[in-house]
């Protein structure tokens, strides 16, 4: 069963619907929660649920058996919600975080015409040139995955250490006992390989109107990649931001300005388009 959340603003009818859609060994319910926070707060409705092995939702922790898997479970719960009576007509976007913006493209790619916009904060959508392996590598490795699928491999680095730049932010996550610390299991490091390279292989198809943002000192994911969304994509309305000195978790992991920076972007992008017809 999926932990399902949800955050609405008080005394008024909702702007639009935003469904949030986490990273990797994240969760909604506590590090997502500043950012559904600041969405209310400015008068939208906010949705969001924890994957399949993520957060307070069941599986074995950070395993993804199959991410077209998640991302349907993602799309049944999703399209229930703006389904709804309370929420037709209203419009439709998703917002997300790092493997949360290969969810949302892919979300996006299962109904191309029902989403109204997407905020992508550093998507996985692109394997950096420098950690593709040889095609030979990659043969062994799916193979290794149908025999050890849940084998944690060998962790080369510390991912929250590189990814949020506030040691308290880091603090929070390392004590979040709802978050993933240990190193990726094998199963789901093919998978997200997998998604990232088929992504890569069709950005051109993306056509709905979105935001991309980046930090330009992300080590997490590759801001070439935002990049090359950007350039490639189909949508006829498309925008980038790239803040220089700013890490991978634009949204809760940096200093206070820099995350209103962030989100007053955000915000500008959503309220022009939270109307229907404009």
Known sequence: MSNIQSWLPVNQEPKALIFICHGYAMECSITMKS???????????????????????????????????????????????????D???????????????????????????????????????????EMKPH??????????????????????????????????????????????????????????????????QRLNEVSLPFLVLHGEEDKVTDEKASALLFEVASSKDKSMKKYPGMWHGLLYGEPQHNIDIVFNDIIAWLDKRAVPGI
Not at 93 to 121: C, D, Q, T
Not at 171 to 196: D, H
Request: charged letters at 25%; a positive charge.
């Open 135 to 200: 095609p030979v590598v990659a043969k062994i490795l799916t193979r290794v995955c149908n025999w050890i699928p849940t084998w944690k491999a060998m962790q080369s680095q510390d991912i929250v250490e590189v990814a949020f730049k506030e040691p308290d932010v880091r603090q929070k996550i390392r004590e979040n006992n709802l978050c993933y610390k240990g190193p990726c299991r094998m199963k789901t490091g093919f998978e997200l390989y997998r998604v990232a390279m088929d992504l890569e």
């Open 35 to 85: 950012t559904a926070i600041q969405l209310v707060n400015t008068g939208y409705a906010v949705y969001g649920m924890d994957y399949e092995g993520h957060g307070r939702s069941n599986g074995l922790q950070a395993f993804v058996d199959n991410f077209d898997v998640l991302v349907d479970d993602c799309s049944i719960h999703f399209i229930n919600v703006c389904e709804r009576e």
């Open 87 to 129: 929420n037709r007509g209203k419009m439709r976007f998703l917002l997300g975080e790092s493997m949360g913006g290969a969810v949302a493209l892919l979300l996006h790619r299962k109904k191309p015409n029902y989403w109204n916009g997407a905020i992508l904060s550093a998507p996985m959508c692109k394997i950096a040139e």
